[in-house]
Structure formats: structure tokens, C-alpha cells
């Protein structure tokens, strides 16, 4: 066999499957959002940012992205340099960090509404406390805020692990040398932190990033297990229009909103946490 | 000012010791050479010092301050590595002013100290690289220039040479020479080549499993080896051993010739000379030649003395053929004797 084909013949299944499942789908849900009735129109789209739920399910979901994602990159970074110093009960920490990363998204919100809902377990330990005197409501619609932080909670638990094994892996291929200079010439922990962990973790940040901002453009079952409809956010709006109002157009335009910010997002990660040539290991 | 003051350091992996009770002191602005075998313990005694590891047991003293509990950014000194750990995020710049950024120096004294130092490296046209466009030479060039720029008062080396090639170390290892000899720093310079060590050192502390065997002046430790493991180690090709017995007349027999060996020496002794200190003469050790290797300016002739390997650097005028028979006189105050219990030198 030729070896200039033999690369090609390698990626052929790969290629195969990423168009029969992901370029056609696209393709059709292209074809969806911008057609009606065999011609091109933008009618769809007015449809979807006329709605007067648009514009506060755009912002709760990027708001939501915005204030996750950064909190799980400073947490994993924290447990990661944690982790990494272990010796022996390294394993050990490591598998109870990541048990969440085994619970499906769903499964986790059911788990954060037990805690907060009116018979939770948080009611019941203020009112075992005698700190209030009846539960509370803390995740009906007037306290939008608090199903806000109960969402973000939720998150936080869920799925800073998948950053964290990220940045683990990353931290371990990091060579002792690099502290040893470091710290001779001058840098103490913190120092070494900032100046050789973060820079030489930069291509694993990058992965996790755009990694856990793609998935928290996508967050759909924690927000609907703990708010309902009542914090709305793109991919509930791409499910109800899909489903309960049948308007698969519109809801074709809402999965190309997310697409939009999910590569935007990607593009400016990329952009941010790129590496100079020839500045590699 | 900056005296480095070895007491007692030693140091255990678990049960393994891999230095046992080392004293030894640099003299400011000595060049000190750690030169031994691979795994004898350079690397560990240097890591203590930087503060890299920490003694088991034991004192460091570096320019009159105890140091062995401080860290090492605490203890005024600068380290090329083996591996030169240049960063490879930061540019040749910024490689060669991260101890000076540390230190929170201007701006402006920044500046010039690394064009000083990068001049003195020729590299100043590197500087706004990355190591990864940098050959290893040129590495090796910018780790020497981050310690020089610190103006340390000491400067620890690990084998900063191993990683070249043949001729760039050559090259290297004369301008480190010069560099160092007028940067004022007490430097200790670890190597397993003991050309190098011959080369740069003003004195040469030769390890042997965890222990300092010898220390002292190059020369010295060539022609006065203090046991019989500094002159098998040191010299290419190494010293030649004998045995040898006092006969009657308080005299040494050396397979079949009688010498003059120590006033204080044993009933067993052990007889060395180095290969270029013997010469054909009558009445010498009886050798026969087995190979023949012409070098230039000599021959070295490898031959068997009384069934033992005997090797004797020969001027190359000299027709010799595998099988010959040869009478080789060692230069009398060029002999050698050590203690074959105790492997040390007796005079
Ligand atoms: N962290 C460690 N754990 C266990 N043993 C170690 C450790 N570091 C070094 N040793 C052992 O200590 C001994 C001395 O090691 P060291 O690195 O000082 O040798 P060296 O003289 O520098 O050798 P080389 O010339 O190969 O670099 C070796 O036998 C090595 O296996
Ligand atoms: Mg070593």
C-alpha cells in the first residue's frame, strides 16, 4: 500500500462518521432554520429574537457560562495543584473528586432540588436549627437569584472534575526542572505558580475551557430539574419549540444560536491561550 | 565573600545512604570540580547545597550564614542544570531576567545586566527567541547567562556540558573558563569527564560511592592519588597496579624486580605507576606486548606483567610487535604505593 494514502485510509471511518452524524445533521438543521417552503428567509430567526423570551434566555445562559466556567477554572486549579502534590493517597482524592463526573446532568440537579426544594435538606436543617421558623421557598419564581446560584452550585459540582483531570494530566507532563529554576532563582510558591504552572498549563487550560464553555452553552437538565421553565436558558427555548409549540424552525434557529457561541467561544479561547511558535516544550 | 562550608552532610534515600558524611570546604572564588562515577552521589551533594534536597544529617554553610534549612532562592546562589531548564514560554529575554524580576531589580538595571551577560554569552542576538528555536549550544549559553546575571556569589553546575557535542563542549568549556574566572563567583561544577574537570578546576574533589576520596589541586590529584581508586579513576589510560611483597632486606618485590618502597609500609603493598612513567631499560619489569596502538607523538602498549593487564605509553620511535618481550623501568620518583587493605596511598 501507498503510503501517502494510507493516512487518508486511516481516517476514513473517523470522516465517515462525522459526516453522517454531525455535517448532515447540520446540514439539515440549516436548511431548516433558513428556508421556507424551498426558499431562503431570515423569518425564523425574526421569530426567535422577537420573542420576548429571547433575549433573557441568550443572556441567562451566557451569564451562566460566564460565571461557571471561571469559578471551575480556579477551583480545579486549585484541587489539580492539590492532587499533584499527593504522593500516595494521590489515586485515592482523585477518583472521590470525579465520583459527580459519573452522575448524568439530570440525576445532578435532582440531587442540588433535594437539597433546596421546600422539604429539602436545607430547610430542614435551618428549621432543625430553629434558624427560621417554617421552609422556605427558595426556588419559586420570585427568587429567580436563587435558582441562579442553585444552578450555578449544582454545576460547580457536577463538572469541575473533567477540568481538574485536565489540568492534572497537564500539571504531571510539566518537567520538575522547571521549579527547581524557578525556585532558585528567586520564585517562591506562589511565583512559581503563576510563572511556570499557569504558562506551561496553558494548552491544557485551553482544552478544559473550551471544553466545559461548550457544554455550559448546552446546560439544559440541572436548570430545568431546579427551576423549571422559570430560569430559561437556549436549549430549553431549542426543546420548547421543537416540542410544545412544534415549530421546528424556530427551534433549528436556537441550535444554530448555540452553535454560533460555542464556536465564538472557541475561537476566542484559541485566540487568547495560544502558544508563540517555538515557545513549546 | 562566600566560603561554602561542608560538615558532616550526609544523605539517605530510605535505606539506601548515597552520601556519607561529607566535609569539605570551598575557598571564595574557588573553582571546585565534583568529579566521580555515575551514581556516586555528585548530583545529590550539589542538590544540597542549592537546598534542592535536604541533608539527612549535617551542616551547609554558604559565606559564613548557615543555609541547610533555608530555601534555595534564600541562599545566594545561581544553578545551570544538565538539562539547562531554560522556560520555554519565555524568550531568551526573559529567560536571563527572571532571578533579576524576582529580585524586583529596575527596570533599567534589568536591561542592562542581561545585555551584559548576553554579550558575554554571545548570544545577544537571540534574545528575543524561544527556546525552542534555540540548538542545544545556544541553550546550554542562555542557562550559563540566567546565573551569571544574578552576579551570585556562588554558581552550582550539573553537568552543564554532558549534552554537547564533542567539539562545542571544547569550545564551551574554555569560554566557561575564562567567564567564571572573572565573574568573582565560587563556582562547584559536577562532571564525570575528568578532562573537563582536569581542564577547569583549581581543585578537584574526587567522589567514589557516597564518599569524597580525594581533594585537591588537579595536579596533585593525578600524580598523588590519596587512594588507589582516585588513580584508576583519574588518567587516560589509568594507572597500573602490582602487588608487591617486602622481601629480606626491607625492600619490595614487584613481579621479580626489587624497589624501594615506604618506610611505614605493611609485609603487602600494592605498587602503582602511571603508563607514561615507565621506560625501556635493562632490568625493568618483564612484560610482553599483546596491543599495539600508535597515537602520534606516543604508542600505548598494552602488556601483560606477570598475567596482569600493564599498559605503558612509549615514545613512538619505538618498533615494538604484538608478543615482544619488554623490560620496563618505572621512574623511581613516579612509584606509588598503596595499602591494598585500606586502599589508601602510603608514603
Ligand atoms: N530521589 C532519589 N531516590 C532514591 N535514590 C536516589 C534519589 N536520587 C538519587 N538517588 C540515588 O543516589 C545515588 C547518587 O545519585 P546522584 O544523582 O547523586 O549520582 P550522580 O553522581 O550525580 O550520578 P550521574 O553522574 O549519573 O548523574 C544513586 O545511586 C541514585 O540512584
Ligand atoms: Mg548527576
Redesign the pocket.
Known amino acids: 500500500m501507498n503510503s501517502k494514502t494510507l493516512p487518508y485510509l486511516l481516517l476514513a471511518p473517523a470522516t465517515i462518521f462525522l459526516v453522517v452524524f454531525f455535517l448532515w445533521p447540520f446540514l439539515q438543521i440549516a436548511w431548516l432554520a433558513f428556508t421556507t417552503e424551498g426558499g431562503f428567509t431570515m423569518q425564523h430567526f425574526q421569530t426567535m429574537a422577537g420573542n420576548w423570551k429571547f433575549w433573557p434566555t441568550f443572556w441567562n445562559t451566557v451569564i451562566l457560562a460566564a460565571i461557571v466556567v471561571p469559578l471551575q477554572l480556579v477551583m480545579a486549579l486549585a484541587m489539580a495543584q492539590v492532587v499533584a502534590k499527593l504522593k500516595t493517597t494521590r489515586n485515592t482524592i482523585l477518583y472521590i473528586f470525579t465520583i459527580p463526573l459519573g452522575l448524568s446532568d439530570l440525576a445532578a440537579g435532582i440531587i442540588w432540588l433535594a437539597i433546596f426544594e421546600q422539604s429539602g435538606f436545607l430547610n430542614s436543617m435551618l428549621v432543625g436549627l430553629g434558624v427560621v421558623d417554617k421552609p422556605i421557598l427558595f426556588l419559586g419564581y420570585q427568587n429567580l437569584w436563587v435558582i441562579f446560584i442553585a444552578v450555578i452550585l449544582a454545576e460547580l459540582w457536577r463538572a469541575t472534575a473533567i477540568v481538574m483531570v485536565i489540568l492534572v494530566s497537564g500539571m504531571g507532563l510539566i518537567p520538575k526542572e522547571y521549579y527547581e529554576a524557578a525556585e532558585v532563582f528567586g520564585a517562591g510558591p506562589w511565583k512559581r505558580f503563576v510563572k511556570v504552572t499557569l504558562p506551561m498549563l496553558k494548552p491544557s487550560i485551553q482544552t478544559a475551557m473550551i471544553l466545559r464553555t461548550i457544554a455550559a452553552f448546552e446546560v439544559f437538565a440541572v436548570v430545568v430539574a431546579l427551576g423549571g421553565t422559570t430560569l430559561p436558558v437556549l436549549v430549553g427555548e431549542t426543546f420548547n419549540w421543537q416540542f410544545a409549540l412544534n415549530d421546528r424552525n424556530v427551534a433549528a434557529a436556537f441550535a444554530l444560536v448555540i452553535l454560533a457561541i460555542s464556536i465564538a467561544a472557541t475561537l476566542v479561547f484559541l485566540r487568547v491561550l495560544r502558544t508563540p511558535k517555538g515557545a513549546t516544550l | 565573600m562566600a566560603e561554602i562550608l561542608i560538615k558532616g552532610v550526609a544523605k539517605s534515600?530510605?535505606s539506601?545512604t548515597?552520601l556519607h558524611s561529607i566535609d569539605l570546604t570551598i575557598a571564595d572564588q574557588e573553582f571546585m570540580v565534583l568529579l566521580?562515577a555515575?551514581?556516586?552521589?555528585?548530583?545529590?551533594?550539589l542538590r544540597i547545597i542549592a537546598g534542592l534536597e535536604s541533608p539527612t544529617q549535617g551542616e551547609v554553610w554558604i559565606g559564613g550564614k548557615r543555609v541547610d534549612q533555608l530555601p534555595p532562592r534564600e541562599r545566594g546562589i545561581a544553578m545551570v542544570f544538565q538539562n539547562y531548564a531554560v522556560f520555554p514560554h519565555l524568550t531568551v529575554y526573559e529567560n536571563i531576567a527572571f532571578g533579576l524580576r524576582m529580585k524586583k531589580l529596575p527596570q533599567a538595571e534589568v536591561d542592562t545586566r542581561v545585555k551584559r551577560t548576553a554579550e558575554l554569552m554571545h548570544i545577544e542576538q537571540l534574545l528575543k527567541r524561544y527556546s525552542g528555536q534555540l540548538s542545544g549550544g545556544q541553550r546550554q549559553r542562555v542557562a550559563v547567562a540566567r546565573a551569571l546575571a544574578m552576579e551570585p556569589d556562588v554558581i552550582l553546575m550539573d553537568?552543564p556540558l554532558s549534552n554537547l557535542d564533542a567539539l562545542l563542549r571544547l569550545e564551551m568549556r574554555a569560554e566557561l573558563k575564562g567567564v567564571l574566572a572573572n565573574s568573582k563567583t565560587t563556582t562547584i561544577y559536577?562532571t564525570?569527564d575528568q578532562v573537563e574537570a582536569m581542564s577547569l578546576a583549581d581543585r578537584i574533589s574526587v567522589m567514589n560511592g557516597g564518599h569524597i576520596v580525594q581533594a585537591a589541586s588537579p595536579v596533585e590529584v593525578y600524580r598523588n592519588p590519596a587512594a588507589r581508586f582516585v588513580g584508576s579513576f583519574i588518567g587516560n589510560p589509568p594507572m597500573n597496579f602490582l602487588p608487591a611483597a617486602r622481601n629480606g632486606d626491607g625492600r619490595y618485590q614487584v613481579a621479580g624486580i626489587a624497589l624501594d618502597g615506604p618506610s611505614s609500609g605493611g609485609a603487602k603493598l600494592e605498587f602503582a605507576i602511571r603508563p607514561e612513567d615507565l621506560t625501556i631499560a635493562a632490568g625493568g619489569l618483564k612484560a610482553t606486548a599483546r596491543v599495539i596502538e600508535p597515537l602520534g607523538a606516543h604508542t600505548l602498549v598494552t602488556s601483560e606483567v606477570d598475567g596482569k593487564l600493564f599498559r605503558a605509553v612509549l615514545d613512538s620511535d619505538l618498533k615494538v610487535a604484538p608478543g615482544d618481550e619488554l623490560s620496563l623501568v618505572p621512574k623511581p620518583d613516579r612509584v606509588r604505593w598503596f595499602d591494598p587493605e585500606t586502599t589508601r596511598a602510603v608514603n
Open positions: 534515600f530510605g539506601f548515597a566521580g555515575s551514581g556516586c552521589g555528585k548530583t545529590t551533594l553537568e559536577v564525570h
